[in-house]
């Protein structure tokens, strides 16, 4: 029979207390069903002393007389506890104290004892059929002992009985030897905490209710995975401290400004802590006890909710005394239950672990268990708790931070980052001399290239790649095939012929250096020939998409302020030149040019906009200069590659795929515009002409995967993929029919030039591709909303530094640089940086990994979509209220499709025709959505803002149901 049977008959009903609402929050907390549950609260303690059983026992006993938390029976059935008198707990008592004695064992053998006893502990979870508390001496060989006492005492205790104070203040008493046997309590009501903590007053109720609306959204921590989809967890801890006379220092400091050490310490946590949330915004509970006041080991526990939002422009002492009014604040409306306000915040952020997160303030705790007794271990499980920082101090003043955590939710090293970024903080702020003098945190957080920048090459034309290709082309033509387009094939001498042609013709009507040429030309031999002719001659050139619609095209040319347009047909622009008539001019030769390599405008690139036009971006050649070079030497590449041109002209992969060929001596195939948007042809190419580079967005090579023979592709050798999402599925796909391939992954946005990093794919890349380290002479960096940089593992936005900057925008003839941003390095430098439209974070390894991209920044078949131009443009169209523009993953390819969700002002529907006959006026056909989706209203944020998230999901459900 249990001890909870044999007693309840015993048992009165007035002797019965119900259970207190925070108590049945730890019972639910046991249920697996919970999310982060299926453990109880529980507080396990490892000490060192030298205890003799029978004393102990003798202490034990006497507690147990004379506390009735340590003879409470938990009725988890029907939700209530009671105390067995005296006598019956006595007889069950020896089920709660244990003695092992390992003295007569060899050393090893005990500590592998010790250490299996030691793991049973931490993770116990105690039987609610007896009293639910443990504690267990072990005895141990003398020469074990070493500078610690031979004596281990392990205690473990349950919340559902005992607050973190209780227990500090009982063990203090049994370990001392404090407890008066003869003082028996003849009180047998639980000692539960006082009814004042649950009065729910009604003023403390409206506190709460308007304090919820002012925290920020649930912790975005770097979660191993989402919080709750996890059942159950292991729980560790790690620890550190701050030496007694750091922290007398750092209290006096705090003093000087009228700041409690609780609310300074917190709010240097805080500080560290945000830089780990993904928003900066943080919401977290802080358990509270009136144990302390009413003198009786019990459950007495709530808590209280503080928020805290990183705010570089306000200097720390007014955080700490902002810290400390609103922990006053709270504590004056604590008769508002802890457990009610868990469940308002439920409510606020829809999500069942709201408050993933506390901190625990022990600092009046008692720090002394005796003397000779040491408390060198412990760790606490709270159902529901990600993350628990616990603050105490020991015997010798020392002021304790222990962080427990959820091995399931939080990394280990990130919790080491996290706690060992709070020590130096500490430190750093003891060498003050008064706190108003304090800087912010600041975490480094750079991404380092895994391999120092290649060395110099002997060739000087390795370092010149258009004086490569000059040479190549003009002085001494290698004798091989540069260029193959449909049945025609140029050699090198005849694709410098035309490039001459080309170079003199437009020379001689007046262009000069610095001059712009459009080259409005489908993908051909002649679009290559007029790109070369204008980067050896020193125009700047800017390929035009001819899929644009006239109204775009024309804002494309006016806004470059072109010269010049290089067409094939008659073209709507003052100034032209037909290329077939330049190339059927005489033979030409052109002579020997120096050609400087530097950051003065040398092209263009257009891409989309978030002013709802699109951007020009201006680039270099001392930029693309360095991703030729490093990209060459990085591939190995050579006179024996054959390419193929699979990516649009005006794509900036496209300067890859043209240059490089050239540079090294290899030759270039060009699909015909019969062939340009065929997957089966560009197999056939490949086939027939040995292709073995290839390059292009994701997109197109799942295209040529899905249409090729596997035999095909049997002479690629090294495969690119960049400028969207490379999927796993693909990886594992080209492992299996080109083994000896080299893939890559690369990336960078059109502002640093082709790509700026890089990833060289290998079998360890299963399930993430990452998006890699930065191309040399460039840094990665990932930067919070303040530009301030993030730790390893925390998703903020990715921005690059370096050589592979472009110059920024060309807006009406003005040189503007809109997201190009001057940042404090970890070095303490000002630094030039670009901030990406991509979301990610760093991996521990130096990887970047990419996550996600900004709000109204897209992504599909590689082609980057601002939201804002393709809304502005369907906002036009007379019968549409409001219109949303976003992505969903098609769940037959896994790709982004373009989806446009909409009201209409009178509810009617609108065709699918319609809607694009209208938008094609004014967008290129990559712009236009797939899937549209009508809507009564769109779903909101609590900030009244249009919820893209929810809209996504909602959109993923209707679109794609029965896929």
């Not at 760790?379 to 962080?403: E, K």
């Amino acid at each position: 029979m249990s001890l909870i049977e044999a007693s309840t008959t015993d048992v009165t009903q007035q002797q019965r207390q119900s259970l207190t609402p925070m108590q049945r929050a730890y019972l639910t907390g046991r249920s697996d069903q919970v999310p982060l549950g299926g453990v109880p609260m529980h507080d396990f303690r490892e000490f060192r002393g030298s205890f003799h059983a029978r004393d102990l026992a003798h202490a034990v006993d006497a507690a147990v007389k004379l506390y009735t938390c340590l003879r409470t029976i938990i009725d988890e059935q029907q939700l209530v506890q009671y105390v067995v008198d005296v006598k019956s707990a006595r007889e069950s008592v020896a089920h709660n104290f244990q003695v092992i004695d390992l003295s007569a064992f060899d050393m090893q053998h005990a500590e592998n004892r010790l250490d299996q006893l030691r793991k049973s502990y931490r993770q116990q979870i105690h039987s609610l059929e007896a009293f639910p508390w443990t504690v267990c001496l072990v005895q141990m060989p003398v020469e074990s002992a070493g500078p610690l006492p031979n004596s281990v005492v392990f205690t473990s205790f349950d919340g559902l009985i005992l607050d973190g104070f209780s227990i500090t203040q009982l063990l203090s008493e049994i370990f001392s030897g404090q407890i008066n046997s003869s003082d028996v309590r003849t009180n047998n009501k639980p000692a539960t905490t006082p009814p004042a903590y649950f009065d729910n007053q009604e003023s403390d109720r409206e506190f709460w209710k308007q304090k919820i609306v002012e925290l920020g959204e649930a912790n975005q921590l770097p979660w191993k995975q989402d919080l709750e989809a996890i059942k159950q967890s292991e729980y560790c801890r790690y620890g550190i401290s701050v030496q007694k006379v750091n922290w007398e220092k750092l209290s006096r400091l705090g003093f000087k400004h009228r700041l409690m050490q609780n609310g300074l310490l917190l709010t240097i946590i805080c500080e560290v802590l945000s830089q780990w949330s993904e928003n900066g915004e943080l919401a977290l509970s802080l358990p509270i006890s009136s144990s302390s006041l009413n003198g009786i080991p019990g459950n007495s526990s709530s808590f209280i909710v503080v928020n805290y939002s990183e705010q570089l422009q306000q200097p720390f002492v007014q955080k700490a005394q902002a810290m400390q009014r609103q922990i006053l604040q709270a504590m004056d409306h604590s008769s508002f239950s802890g457990v009610e306000l868990g469940k308002l915040m439920v409510q606020q952020t829809a999500k069942l672990i709201s408050l993933p997160i506390a901190i625990t303030n022990g600092l009046t705790w008692s720090s002394q268990y005796g003397e000779g007794v040491t408390l060198v271990d412990g760790i606490t499980r709270t159902p529901q708790l990600a993350l628990d920082i616990r603050i105490t101090s020991n015997a010798q003043g020392d002021v304790l931070i222990d962080f427990d955590y959820a091995v399931a939710a939080l990394d280990g090293e990130i919790v080491k980052a996290l706690a060992d970024t709070i020590d130096h903080r500490i430190q750093a702020l003891v060498q003050l001399t008064d706190l108003a003098d304090i800087l912010d945190v600041q975490v480094k957080a750079i991404v380092e290239p895994k391999k120092e920048p290649a060395s110099e090459r002997d060739s000087e034309g390795y370092t010149n790649f258009l004086r490569q290709m000059f040479h190549h082309l003009m002085i001494e033509p290698l004798p091989k095939t540069a260029l193959i387009y449909g049945d025609r094939v140029y050699s090198y001498q005849q694709a410098g012929q035309a490039i001459a042609k080309i170079i003199n013709h437009l020379e001689s009507i007046g262009i000069d250096k610095g001059g712009v040429v459009a080259i409005c030309l489908p993908k051909s031999a002649e679009h290559v020939f007029a790109t070369f002719a204008c980067a050896l001659a020193g125009f700047i050139w800017v390929p035009i998409d001819l899929d644009s619609p006239e109204e775009r095209l024309q804002y494309l040319l006016s806004n470059s302020e072109a010269d010049l347009v290089i067409c094939n047909k008659p073209f709507a622009f003052p100034r032209t030149e037909n290329i077939h008539d330049i190339l059927a001019q005489g033979a030409s030769e052109i002579s020997s040019r120096d050609f400087p390599i530097t950051s003065d405008p040398a092209y263009y690139l257009y891409t989309s906009g978030s002013t709802g036009r699109p951007k020009c971006v201006v680039l270099n050649n001392l930029a693309t200069n360095n991703v030729l070079r490093y990209s060459i030497e990085h591939w190995n590449l050579s006179a024996s590659n054959i390419h193929l041109a699979a990516t649009p002209f005006h794509h900036d992969l496209f300067i890859f795929d043209v240059f490089t060929p050239f540079v090294v001596g290899g030759t270039l195939v060009v699909p015909t515009e019969a062939e340009n948007k065929s997957a089966a042809d560009w197999a056939k190419l490949v086939a027939r002409h040995s292709v073995n580079v290839w390059s292009s967005v994701p997109a197109i090579m799942d295209m040529l995967l899905a249409a090729a023979e596997p035999q095909q592709l049997s002479t690629l050798r090294v495969i690119i993929q960049g400028g969207d999402y490379v999927k796993p599925s693909v990886i594992k796909h080209l492992r299996k029919i080109l083994p000896e391939a080299h893939l890559s992954s690369i990336g960078g946005p059109t502002e640093t030039t082709i790509w700026s990093i890089w990833h060289d794919i290998t079998e360890q890349d299963i399930d993430v591709i990452p998006y890699g380290t930065s191309v040399p002479n460039n840094k990665y960096y990932i930067l919070n909303e303040q530009n301030r940089h993030c730790p390893d593992w925390v998703t903020g936005t990715i921005c690059m530094a370096g050589a592979n900057l472009s110059n920024g925008y060309l807006m009406d003839g003005v040189l503007e640089k809109k997201d190009f941003v001057t940042v404090i390095s970890a070095e303490g430098n000002e630094l030039l940086v670009f901030k990406t439209s991509d979301k990610g974070y760093l991996r521990d390894d130096g990887e970047i990994i990419i996550v996600g991209r900004k709000e109204g920044y897209l992504k599909v078949r590689g082609v980057r979509i601002a939201s804002a131009e393709v809304e502005a443009a369907l906002r036009k169209i007379p019968t549409l209220k409001d219109a949303v523009v976003f992505t969903c993953i098609n769940p037959v390819y896994e790709g982004n499709e373009l989806v446009a969700a909409y009201i209409t002002h009178q509810g009617e529907d609108i065709s699918v025709k319609e809607f694009r006959r209208n938008l094609q006026g004014s967008l290129p056909n990559s712009h236009v959505p797939s899937r549209w989706l009508r809507l009564e209203e769109f779903p909101l944020t609590r900030n009244q803002k249009i919820d893209r998230k929810t809209l996504a999901e909602l959109a993923t459900k209707k679109i794609y149901q029965g896929y």
